[in-house]
């Protein structure tokens, strides 16, 4: 599956930005899906995640009740709807599949496919 992030770009603190991840290649439906970031000089770290059905979701502890990520399987689309940014939110932001329709998927190495990563800068 080939995957293309796109939505970023420069917010003040406090602002809003959704993040979209346009799927294509393979059934999107079959794919587990997750946003991570990477700061500069940092590692890449998990944001959130959502199985197939998006039943089950998943968030780092500071971007939980600012974040939400979603899907939509007809559109072969992911999305994370980020709110009330922070300085500490600028990053790269990639998303990520892997096959599999449920689960608890929170490393790098979990995920077989990535998308270019699309910049978020939060200016204060």
């Known amino acids: 599956v080939q995957l293309q992030a796109s939505g970023g770009g420069l917010v003040q603190v406090g602002g809003s930005l959704r993040l979209s991840c346009a799927a294509s290649?393979?059934?999107?439906?079959?794919?587990?899906m997750g946003w991570f970031r990477q700061a500069p000089g940092k590692e890449r770290e998990f944001v959130a995640s959502?199985?197939?059905?998006?039943?089950?979701?998943a968030y780092l502890d500071s971007v939980k009740g600012r974040f939400t990520i979603s899907r939509d399987n007809v559109k072969n689309t992911v999305y994370l709807q980020m709110n009330s940014l922070k300085p500490e939110d600028t990053a790269v932001y990639y998303c990520?599949?892997?096959?599999?329709?449920?689960?608890?998927?929170?490393?790098?190495?979990?995920?077989?496919?990535w998308g270019q990563g699309t910049l978020v800068t939060v200016s204060s």
């Open positions: 290649g393979r059934p999107f439906s079959s794919y587990f």
């Open positions: 990520a599949a892997r096959q599999g329709y449920s689960g608890t998927y929170y490393y790098t190495s979990d995920y077989d496919y």
């Open positions: 959502t199985s197939v059905s998006s039943g089950s979701t």
